[in-house]
């Protein structure tokens, strides 16, 4: 059975802090991992990683994975109220449609 | 910016009865799912959707769920008998294609659904 599991649950840090995410994954014939953030409602994308040691890079949020150790860290630098929310990481078998959602990172930015 | 609609924002119904939550993809998209996520758990995938067919089901998705994309742009779930405990947030997601570097899934606002 696929299994996602994040770290921490939950997070409380001060505006300007820089955080770290993680996500470990045991899948099946990996294919990509997606990483969303959650504020009220629907999760939004972030980023999709399919190679190993490739940082993606959006703004002050950045991405990479590590297919060898299963593990995939989100970090966000300069950290803002407008950031809270929960991170979500789902990865992705070959050959299947269906995002397997860890339980999510809790973020809040306390100014 | 494109975007996955939802409608309604919120459904209240009684035990047993029927109820259709309607979703309009990204125009251009191909794939369709439906995803639910109870109060305080994680979001689940339920179904995919292409070219007028199944193509993948969790087994959440039993004989009381079906799909169907009525037209050319709506795409609906239909519960049949509800329980109480299909209570949660159901997501619409869409996608471009599937299976290439392309097909990362976008979320619509979802539907909140209550059975009393």
């Known amino acids: 059975e696929d299994k996602v599991v994040q770290s921490p649950l939950s997070l409380v840090v001060h505006e300007g802090d820089t955080v770290t995410l993680n996500c470990s994954y045991e899948?099946?014939?990996?294919?990509?991992l997606l990483w969303y953030k959650q504020e009220k409602k629907a999760p939004t994308f972030l980023f999709m990683l399919?190679?190993?040691?490739i940082e993606k890079k959006s703004g002050r949020l950045s991405s990479i994975l590590d297919k060898k150790e299963l593990f995939s860290i989100l970090n966000i630098t300069a950290t803002q109220t407008g950031d809270s929310a929960i991170y979500l990481c789902?990865?992705?078998?070959?050959?299947?449609?269906?995002?397997?959602f860890g339980q999510g990172t809790r973020l809040t930015i306390n100014p | 910016e494109p975007e996955v609609t939802q409608t309604p924002s919120h459904q209240v119904t009684q035990m047993g009865q029927e109820v259709i939550l309607r979703c309009v993809p990204i125009?251009?998209?191909?794939?369709f799912y439906w995803y639910r996520q109870i109060l305080g758990q994680k979001v689940e995938f339920l179904v995919s959707f292409y070219n007028n067919e199944i193509s993948e089901k969790s087994e959440i998705f039993d004989d009381q769920f079906s799909v169907e994309r009525p037209d050319g742009s709506n795409f609906t779930l239909k519960i049949r008998s509800t329980k109480l405990e299909d209570s949660a947030m159901y997501f619409c997601a869409s996608s471009e294609v599937a299976g290439s570097w392309r097909d990362e899934q976008f979320f619509g606002p979802g539907t909140r659904l209550t059975v009393l």
């Open positions: 125009s251009n998209h191909l794939y």
């Open positions: 399919t190679s190993s040691g």
């Open positions: 789902a990865p992705r078998n070959q050959g299947a449609q269906k995002l397997v």
């Open positions: 899948v099946t014939n990996f294919r990509s």
